[in-house]
């Protein structure tokens, strides 16, 4: 029955509390551990295709009489329209349209980042287009663009108000400390980089119905803001992604280049595919933001923190959302006095977009380094610092769903017990140590989300849903789950996503939530086929429905006798059983988290300042482990992103004129399978009782948070120097090395 | 200017296997062998292939390393696979048994953004499997 309810739902770590109606969960958990098919390791089902080039990502999608755009982007960070002419690009081979500023909403005479839209251009091939948008003439004013985060801080210049925490008292907290550490950390800017850039297909029915193929993360939320958009009734708005070549957190909504298609389109009378170029990729579509993180921490000679206090400037760029980076400071510790400021800066930078755990994956960085710092002058172990502060129950008072950093820690202890002998293996100039970092994040999902479920009579079962597999393997969990509840073999099992007009309505896939969102509504669903496969069942074999259950695609009686599932099932004839399940509530008052811990161990040279990671063993706790091979996957993925983040990537601007200088994947520098460490994932893989009927939370996110202050703490570990910068470029080594043998020369003998 | 190998293959062949996503030469997804040999097909010129064959991960789907890559799970978003597959074939057509030295040498030059490098090695370590 639909109730309706006050429910939490957070993404991407924005948190609120909605009123939603929702449908109760009624099922029984399953019992902890491997199941027959959920908990077992599974290849991806649509592995073959993607692998063998057969799947059609939107980049790969042909309409007939499809035009291509392209799109005039602003080359100067802030700077004016004075004169523009499309009339150039209007007479050019091929050109069947050009739109300019009032047009559509996204072009506009007055950017205020670079690559910002101006103008943009249809046409038979995506060559004429390019060259067509070459032709605009365009006389520009230019002017002084704001790109210091702390100037734009100064001078109120920000996205949104400062956000403001506070528990307890953070200056009584420090006068009571025996040990003060205070610290400034920055981040750089970083690039989601998604393998197939950001790209849709927008295709018109007369003028009230729009189809879009579009590469995204969340096609109701694209279907919603089109809509909203354009003035559309959103049955309207057809929203395909079958597959998708990376997201990240960059491609959560339209993006300007599926609103210039949508109107490109409706000039012309045609498709329009609208695909980025990497250069513009790498200046539109999103970043994870920069930060400047001012922290203190006071504790007790045990250890004990008596004080947590961050400042943080997020360097958001022209518009955008000013990320939790002082989540892991409200979140990770048993601490009574915590003072968290965020200021968002506007900057004549691009707009930033979530990207994997945002705001987090920053402040953990600037937070677990200053635990180490402070580990350092109590003289105290790293991993002691932190169970002797580990938060027992949520600071506001509300219990936790499911906790059991406790056990991490423990998983946590063979790693961390290498460090003897890795230590010991420095040679020369290299230099070895280990480091770890705790994690925190959100990765409960909420509702609503639907799916269903159809049997037919060649006993197979079709999960119907309109979501979307990012890349994740969240097709396979799925089917998983499904099959579990049937009682089928995963062979047995398809699931149909990637269309609004084909499936319910179904969560982004973003802040980790496609699992904990879904995965409870499919196994819903797959019970309720269940539950009407018994009913057919107990007429046809005379016996009481409540004795009959699925088991490995028979019909089995606890009182006795077996039946193929076949016999029930061709009794269908053309018929078709159709579950429908929905996400049920999040526990009301209940805290839902993800936690974890990694431990790095790296090679330093310190005459050279380079920097190899050899090794990272990640402990997770997400719940319930739906295909430990996908979790694996997500573990060493995040990690190696991590690694990049840490080691080598950074969005470069000019400093006089903000122009980004690393559009290419040459300047800009990814991990390749040379930089890769041995990774070893584990997990704690118990269901959280409280939540859903699956006890799983999501895995996209916890493994890319802990890891950069994991290799820092490392590097301190290995040298006694503290990075406080990312990325750690030799620079950044060789400084923090002299620092740190300044700091030992000023020690009195 | 002339077409690309790759355009000729995804525009007026209608091979999409092949795939793009910088179009510079600085990523490894586009991919192909000419005559065994990996190249890079967003930057080479159509025609100076001249007699060369050109093998594209469409004449490879049954290559005992797409069944592998599976097993190994060493794609996540998949977009990048057809080129690791492709650079992986003509690595093990030349040295049948790689060790992960000479892999991660190889392979180097394919950029996959999931970050599946450690299933990747372990799917070309196993191919034969």
């Known amino acids: 029955m639909a109730r309706l309810i006050k429910t939490e739902k957070e993404v991407e770590g924005r948190y609120e509390e909605t009123w939603v109606v929702v449908e109760e969960d009624v099922l029984d958990q399953w019992p902890a551990g491997p199941l027959t098919v959920v908990g077992q390791a599974v290849e991806r089902k649509d592995g073959l295709e993607r692998a063998r080039g057969e799947a059609p990502y939107t980049a790969d999608l042909k309409l007939p009489g499809m035009l291509h755009a392209a799109v005039l982007r602003s080359p100067h960070a802030r700077a004016n329209v004075k004169r523009l002419d499309l009339e150039p690009a209007r007479r050019s081979l091929g050109v069947r349209a050009v739109v300019g500023p009032g047009d559509v909403h996204v072009l506009t005479d007055e950017p205020r980042y670079p690559g910002q839209p101006v103008a943009a251009v249809a046409a038979d091939t995506f060559r004429q287009a390019r060259e067509a948008v070459k032709l605009i003439e365009v ?191 409200q979140y990770l510790y048993a601490c009574d006095n915590v003072r968290v400021v965020e200021h968002g800066a506007r900057l004549n930078a691009p707009p930033n977009a979530a990207f994997r755990a945002p705001g987090f994956v920053e402040g953990t960085f600037g937070l677990e380094c200053l635990l180490d710092e402070l580990a350092a002058r109590l003289d105290l172990d790293p991993l002691e610092l932190r169970r002797r502060n580990h938060l027992d129950a949520d600071p506001e008072g509300r219990s936790y769903s499911s906790k059991n950093l406790m056990e991490c820690y423990r998983l946590a202890e063979e790693h961390w017990a290498r460090r003897d002998t890795v230590r010991a293996r420095s040679e020369g100039s290299w230099q070895r140590g280990v480091g770890l970092a705790s994690q925190v994040w959100f990765g409960g999902g909420g509702p609503p989300s639907y799916a269903w479920v159809r049997v037919g009579a060649d006993g197979r079962a079709v999960v119907v849903t309109a979501m979307q597999d990012i890349g994740t ?150 719940g319930r482990i739906v295909n430990p091979l996908g979790a694996r996957s997500q573990v060493e993925g995040g990690i190696v992103q991590a690694i990049g983040h840490t080691l080598s990537e950074e969005r470069l601007l000019d400093p006089e004129t903000g122009t980004v200088l690393t559009q290419t994947l040459d300047a800009y520098r990814m991990p390749t399978i040379a930089d890769v460490p041995e990774i070893v994932a584990e997990f704690v893989d118990v269901p959280d009782q409280h939540l859903t009927n699956l006890g799983s939370k999501g895995l996209g996110e916890p493994p890319i948070i802990p890891t950069a202050a994991a290799i820092a703490n490392a590097i301190r570990d290995a040298t006694g120097a503290d990075v406080r910068s990312l990325p750690v470029t030799r620079e950044e080594l060789l400084r923090a090395l002299r620092e740190a043998r300044e700091r030992v020369g000023a020690v009195p003998a | 200017m002339g077409a690309t190998l790759l355009e000729t293959l995804r525009g007026e062949l209608g091979l999409s296997g092949t795939k793009i996503a910088c179009g510079e030469g600085h990523c490894g997804a586009c991919t192909v062998l000419l005559d065994g040999v990996p190249v890079l097909s967003c930057i080479t010129l159509v025609h100076t292939v001249g007699e060369r064959e050109v093998t594209t991960i469409e004449g490879l789907r049954e290559h005992p390393l797409v069944r592998s890559f599976v097993r190994a799970d060493a794609l996540q978003c998949g977009f990048c696979t057809p080129g690791q597959i492709v650079s992986a074939a003509a690595l093990v057509g030349a040295v049948p048994e790689p060790s992960r030295e000479e892999i991660r040498h190889h392979m180097a030059g394919n950029i996959c953004r999931c970050g599946a490098y450690p299933r990747i090695e372990e799917a070309i370590l196993t191919w034969r499997d």
């Not at chain 1, 922290?295 to 008596?306: E, F, M, N, R, S």
């Not at chain 1, 969990?477 to 089928?488: D, F, K, R, S, V």
């Not at chain 1, 028979?554 to 059983?577: F, R, T």
């Open chain 1, 139 to 329: 006389e520009w004013e230019e002017l002084e663009p704001l790109l210091d985060p702390d100037e734009a801080v100064a001078r109120g210049e920000l996205v949104e108000e400062p956000r403001r925490f506070e528990r307890g008292d953070l200056e009584r907290g420090l006068a009571k400390a025996d040990v003060v550490v205070e610290a400034e950390y920055r981040t750089q800017t970083l690039l989601h980089n998604c393998m197939e850039t950001h790209q849709s297909i927008c295709r018109w029915h007369g003028d009230r119905k729009l189809d879009v193929f579009i590469s995204t993360q969340f096609i109701w939320g694209v279907r919603e803001r089109l809509a909203d958009q354009l003035g559309l009734d959103p049955d309207d708005v057809r929203v395909v992604c079958e597959f998708m070549g990376g997201g990240f957190g960059s491609k959560n909504g339209p993006g300007d280049y599926t609103y210039i298609g949508a109107e490109l389109a409706k000039r012309t009378g045609r498709p329009v595919k609208c695909a980025l170029t990497r250069r513009e990729e790498s200046l539109a579509t999103g970043n994870r933001n920069a930060t400047i993180q001012r922290l203190v921490a006071g504790a007790k000679a045990d250890g004990t923190l008596t004080a947590l206090g961050g400042e943080y400037v997020n360097a958001v760029g022209w518009s955008g959302f000013s990320p939790m980076t002082g989540g892991p400071m």
């Open chain 1, 473 to 622: 393997g969240t097709r396979t969990a799925m089917a998983q789950i499904a099959a579990e509840e049937l009682g089928l073999p995963l062979d047995r099992v398809e699931v149909a996503l990637g269309d609004s007009a084909r499936g319910p309505y179904a969560s982004i896939s973003a802040g980790s939530s496609t699992l904990p969102s879904m995965g409870p509504a499919v196994r819903s669903a797959a019970a309720d086929a269940a539950r009407q496969i018994l009913e057919l069942a107990a007429q046809r074999f005379d016996k009481e429905q409540r004795v009959l259950s699925l088991k490995d695609e028979h019909v089995v009686a606890s009182d006795g006798g077996s039946w193929p599932l076949g016999s029930v099932c061709e009794l269908l004839g053309d018929g078709q059983v159709l579950g429908k399940g929905a996400r049920g509530p999040n526990p009301t008052g209940m805290r839902v988290l993800t936690f974890g811990v990694q431990v790095a161990e790296v090679a330093v040279d310190v005459e050279t300042g380079e920097v190899r990671v050899e090794r990272v063993a990640a402990i997770h706790d997400v």
